[in-house]
């Protein structure tokens, strides 16, 4: 079966520092790829999306992803965080392209001042 | 921007009573889902609707869950009875078949339950 596994439940850096979030999937082919964030209490806000192309995506709020088809990975970074990327973080991937997204488990940011 | 709206998005129910969540997708949004995240977890899809139509209800508790959307516009989510296990945020989401849109979905910003 599918499966989104993001392997770092929580993270904290320092305010500043540069960020990555890894995330990686099990599909034999590309599937759609998605990042979205959320803050507490809040719904889930699309950060950037990969379906094929430049394997290096930018996209809202300095972040981006790079997939790697050789590690069935799309990792999120951003070179610089500042206090407000505080939130938890969810890969998802649509494997068959019909909307069903599988999403990760999560990754909670903490951002020391 | 076009949001999908939810209401209420805060609920406390005692056990055993009737909660119903309501959610309006983003305009010309002619596929809306309801997913659950429980604390700690991502969100699992429970129904998918296409219209007016449901396409994807393997996941939803049909005992107690039930989902509607008549008009193939806004949408009811309803439980009853409500029990503990289903204090969760329940999350509405919509899409659009249209190419630019890169099956990306939208989602709402939830609807917090607490079953006391």
């Known amino acids: 079966a599918q499966s989104v596994t993001q392997p770092d439940i929580h993270i904290t850096v320092s305010e500043g520092a540069s960020l990555e979030l890894r995330c990686n999937y099990s599909y034999g082919a590309t599937p759609y790829l998605f990042w979205y964030v959320q803050s507490p209490g809040q719904g889930l806000q699309l950060l950037l999306k990969?379906?094929?192309?430049?394997?290096l995506v930018q996209g809202i709020k300095g972040f981006e992803a790079e997939f790697k088809r050789s590690q069935s990975s799309f990792n999120l970074r951003k070179p610089s965080v500042h206090w407000s990327d505080a939130a938890e973080y969810f890969c998802?991937?649509?494997?068959?392209?019909?909307?069903?997204?599988?999403f990760g488990t999560g990754t909670r940011l903490k951002v020391l001042a | 921007e076009a949001e999908v709206a939810q209401s209420p998005r805060y609920k406390i129910t005692e056990k055993s009573q009737a909660v119903a969540f309501w959610c309006d997708p983003i305009s010309g949004h002619a596929t809306l889902y309801w997913y659950r995240q429980i604390l700690g977890q991502g969100p699992e899809l429970l129904v998918q609707?296409?219209?007016?139509?449901?396409?994807?209800d393997s996941q939803l508790p049909k005992d107690r869950f039930s989902a509607e959307r008549l008009k193939g516009v806004d949408s009811t989510l309803k439980i009853q009875p409500a029990e503990l296990g289903d204090s969760a945020m329940y999350l509405c989401?919509?899409?659009?078949?249209?190419?630019?849109?890169?099956?990306?979905?939208?989602f709402g910003e939830g609807s917090w339950l607490t079953v006391v």
């Open positions: 989401a919509s899409s659009t078949d249209g190419l630019e849109s890169g099956n990306t979905i939208y």
């Open positions: 990969y379906f094929s192309g430049d394997t």
């Open positions: 998802a991937v649509d494997t068959s392209g019909t909307y069903k997204y599988i």
């Open positions: 609707f296409q219209d007016e139509s449901v396409v994807d």
